[in-house]
């Protein structure tokens, strides 16, 4: 008997011990988590007023890429961190899909709108330039107020609304943009790789960029229709029975 209760005091104190250690590591992760989603929205607030002094400034939107190109790859790149956050499971959300979402917008700021500079004056790159902006600043004001547990019926009205029209005005930027640099890669034969080589691999940009504006087709309609299967389930209560693959 006496041993029994002396296992079972040592097993609640550890038990206990446990729970504490994971109280603390959840405090933690929230708390970054919040720093990181204020640092996020500031980061995209101040794009946008830059974006907007710029043009009333100019009046016109030729060089507004170059003017907030610094700004746009530190805080896009920086997004790389919520691959991070899904692997180590303080936020719970597909790694594959984080990933996808992350390094598509990672890819048309490193390896289209800065490596080809004559494309950077399109009206393409500023439509999803201003897209991106406001879906940035309106998520991550979402997840903060979220995580505060005090959020705006607006900001919630918001983030289930706005990427209505965004993200198809999103897509459609990213597109033309792609679309809009093609010529230059053919001409330039930039990041390609020809036969013969030491690795005898070939590889051709000009062909990978019409295979990515081809990945488009399936992809966005999922992502889409997923968002408009979000959108009625926390505006409206709906319960959503996904189908099996």
């Not at 700004?71 to 997004?79: D, E, H, S, W």
């Not at 597109?175 to 590889?203: C, D, E, H, Q, W």
Request: charged share 15%; proline share 2%.
């Amino acid at each position: 008997m006496a041993s029994s209760e002396e296992d079972g005091g040592g097993n609640g104190a550890v038990e206990e011990k446990e729970n504490g250690k994971k109280r603390r590591l959840g405090a933690l992760a929230t708390a970054w988590l919040i720093f990181y989603n204020v640092a996020m929205t500031a980061g995209w607030l101040v794009l946008g007023i830059a974006m907007v002094r710029y043009y009333i400034q100019k009046g016109t939107h030729r060089g507004l890429f170059r003017s907030v190109q610094k700004t746009l790859k530190f805080f896009q790149t920086f997004a790389l961190l919520e691959v991070v956050h899904c692997a180590v499971g303080i936020v719970h959300t597909s790694v594959l899909v984080t990933g996808v979402q992350v390094s598509s917008r990672i890819f048309m700021v490193w390896f289209i709108a800065h490596s080809i500079k004559q494309i950077q004056n399109e009206e393409s790159v500023i439509l999803f330039l201003v897209v991106w902006t406001v879906t940035e600043i309106t998520r991550y004001s979402f997840y903060t107020f979220n995580l505060l547990n005090h959020l705006p019926y607006f900001i919630k009205w918001a983030r289930y609304n706005f990427f209505i029209i965004l993200y198809p005005a999103g897509v459609a930027g990213e597109l033309l943009t792609i679309y809009a640099a093609l010529p230059y890669v053919k001409k330039t034969g930039m990041f390609s790789l020809r036969l013969p080589n030491k690795y005898n691999v070939s590889f051709d940009y000009y062909y990978f960029l019409i295979i990515v504006m081809c990945s488009y087709v399936p992809l966005f309609p999922q992502l889409y229709f997923h968002m408009l299967r979000q959108r009625r389930r926390v505006l409206y209560g709906e319960v959503i029975v996904e189908k099996d693959d």
